[in-house]
């Protein structure tokens, strides 16, 4: 049985997102304690929680300890079959979040999978938002030979959450290696600027006007398609998705949530000003796509590497557990003002 500490490294739901879905990979029973130890609300929380027990519908596992505030739980997986799967987080939790924790171990079913998100945030704090995965995240998975596609029903907002999203995937059961050593030049800007039930305060074009002031600063344009969306009068609220492109073929993001209080402008200028430092730094993969990765190249069986600005701790968090689940090694060097992670040949 697979043994993990819950509270080494960053000691947040990261581990026990990662140590689900590895679990799940490899068949091995789990027993994962002290979960979100060095939280302020440890244990599992309903977004945790609905992860937990979505990976388990995934791979036909047996749960034990999955309650809401539980610090300690045992997954026992069996075979990653697939098909058509329903999930409602029932709070304002991160549908991105579960999404991350299932879609490895979609990877590796039998047959496509289905999942039906429910009743959960899209764009919420701490958590990047949909449309993140959907234009940064997959792109670059689908170079690694994972095509999966996900579809907004509704755009879920804290506080009352109710977003809902379709995730789609097809099966590859083996990544390719992702070698990303050069920035090149940036070929393209483009974004995604979407409010929901705000379209009278303008709220998607001020973010999208705020995050191009920035971007013409340094010399870009961005092409951000404006969406006044309709699809949940329950909960209004807004985003911004950033991405540049370069001619080697690097995808960097940068994203903002509106927030009550908080005007558009200094969301599309936060947005604006993640993507610049990106930009600036000459990375190939954002700070976030950085700890993302981890798990697929660590998967993938030949030697992949990529170019980070910052050592995270989530970063830092996920290359241990694969290092403590999987039989791999990443190596980890600074280049320059960059880190470069490097999973080396298994």
Not at 190 to 216: P, Y
Not at 247 to 276: F, H, M, Q, Y
Not at 331 to 341: A, E, F, P, R
Request: aromatic share 6%.
């Amino acid at each position: 049985m697979l043994e993990v500490d819950g509270s080494i490294k960053s000691g947040s739901g990261t581990i026990l997102r990662l140590a689900v879905a590895l679990a799940s990979i490899i068949n091995e029973p789990l027993h994962i304690y002290n979960i979100r130890a060095k939280r302020t609300s440890p244990g599992l929380r309903p977004q945790h929680l609905e992860a937990v027990l979505t990976a388990a519908k995934i791979c036909n596992a047996e749960v034990e300890g999955a309650t809401v505030g539980s610090r300690e739980l045992w997954f026992r997986p069996n075979k990653i079959i697939g098909g058509e799967i329903e999930a409602q987080i029932g709070t304002a939790g991160s549908i991105p979040m579960l999404i991350m924790t299932i879609l490895p171990i979609c990877a590796y079913a039998e047959k496509p999978v289905k999942v039906h998100i429910s009743k959960g945030g899209t764009d919420v704090m701490h958590s990047p938002t949909i449309n993140y995965l959907r234009y940064v995240l997959l792109p670059v998975l689908k170079r690694m030979g994972l095509t999966a596609k996900i579809t907004i029903v509704k755009y879920g907002y804290y506080p009352k959450g109710m977003g809902e999203v379709y995730l789609e995937v097809q099966p590859c059961r083996r990544f390719t290696p992702l070698r990303l050593e050069e920035f090149g030049n940036v070929k393209s800007v483009g974004g995604l600027s979407v409010c929901t039930f705000l379209a009278e305060k303008n709220v998607a074009a001020r973010q999208a006007k705020a995050a191009n002031d920035i971007l013409r600063m340094r010399h870009c344009e961005a092409q951000i398609q404006v969406i006044n969306d309709q699809s949940n009068p329950l909960q209004k609220g807004s985003s911004i998705v950033l991405w540049a492109t370069t001619d080697t073929g690097v995808i960097l993001g940068g994203d903002a949530i509106g927030e009550l209080g908080k005007p558009s402008e200094i969301v599309g200028r936060e947005a604006a000003e993640n993507l610049a430092l990106e930009i600036d730094a000459q990375a190939t993969v954002d700070v976030h796509l950085a700890d993302l990765l981890v798990p697929y190249v660590a998967l993938a069986k030949d030697e992949s590497v990529y170019l980070t600005r910052s050592m995270t701790p989530h970063l830092d968090t996920n290359i241990w557990v694969v290092q403590e689940l999987l039989d791999v090694e990443f190596s980890v060097t600074v280049v320059g003002y960059l880190y470069k992670i490097r999973k080396e040949t298994s």
